[in-house]
């Protein structure tokens, strides 16, 4: 009996850590449609200024000596796109926002930089050097106050050690 309550808790911590974002187990439409883009590919939505695209971002990134943010989302996420909505729109956000290279990685558009993070559940953010060493990583969706500590932490991570180069 106790093992039964243990595999019942076991999954309920499951079900809540799931329900803290969108899960990869299959591929819906894409039913937000695509983000609006300047003629330069950036997302123009949403306030918070985009690179699209891993490689473009990474290559900024290092000419530009900025860490990374790097939010992994996909249209179909419900909680992605609320973070476009809300989070990515805070002002706070948007001002720290100016220390990094933000770059926003499509699922559907470019899997392999997901499986390469071991991305399993949308939105995933991930913060790394401008080399490319991972600092920290936030799974589901989270408010404007808890996104700009992540960020304040990964600038801290940054300036307190001096990072090896992580090659693609």
């Given at each position: 009996?106790?093992?039964?309550?243990?595999?019942?808790?076991?999954?309920?911590?499951?079900?809540?850590?799931?329900?803290?974002?969108?899960?990869?187990?299959?591929?819906?439409p894409n039913v937000a449609g695509d983000a609006p883009r300047s003629a330069a590919g950036e997302a123009t939505d949403p306030a918070v200024p985009f690179v699209a695209?891993?490689?473009?971002?990474?290559?900024?990134?290092?000419?530009?000596?900025?860490?990374?943010?790097?939010f992994f989302t996909a249209g179909w996420c419900n909680f992605c796109n609320q973070m476009v909505a809300e989070t990515f729109a805070d002002a706070q956000v948007i001002?720290?926002?100016?220390?990094?290279?933000?770059?926003?990685?499509?699922?559907?558009?470019?899997?392999?930089?997901?499986?390469?993070?071991?991305?399993?559940?949308?939105?995933?953010?991930?913060?790394?050097?401008?080399?490319?060493?991972?600092?920290?990583?936030?799974?589901?969706?989270?408010?404007?106050?808890?996104?700009?500590?992540?960020?304040?932490?990964?600038?801290?991570?940054?300036?307190?050690?001096?990072?090896?180069?992580?090659?693609?």
């Amino acid at each position: 009996m106790l093992t039964l309550n243990r595999i019942a808790s076991g999954l309920l911590l499951a079900a809540a850590a799931m329900a803290a974002g969108c899960d990869t187990s299959g591929t819906a439409p894409n039913v937000a449609g695509d983000a609006p883009r300047s003629a330069a590919g950036e997302a123009t939505d949403p306030a918070v200024p985009f690179v699209a695209g891993y490689d473009r971002g990474y290559r900024l990134a290092r000419e530009q000596g900025k860490p990374m943010l790097v939010f992994f989302t996909a249209g179909w996420c419900n909680f992605c796109n609320q973070m476009v909505a809300e989070t990515f729109a805070d002002a706070q956000v948007i001002e720290w926002s100016g220390r990094f290279v933000c770059i926003e990685v499509d699922a559907d558009a470019e899997p392999d930089i997901c499986r390469q993070f071991r991305v399993q559940g949308y939105p995933t953010i991930q913060f790394l050097s401008p080399r490319g060493v991972p600092l920290n990583r936030v799974v589901g969706r989270r408010p404007a106050d808890q996104l700009v500590s992540q960020m304040q932490a990964a600038l801290g991570a940054t300036a307190s050690r001096t990072l090896p180069t992580v090659t693609r």
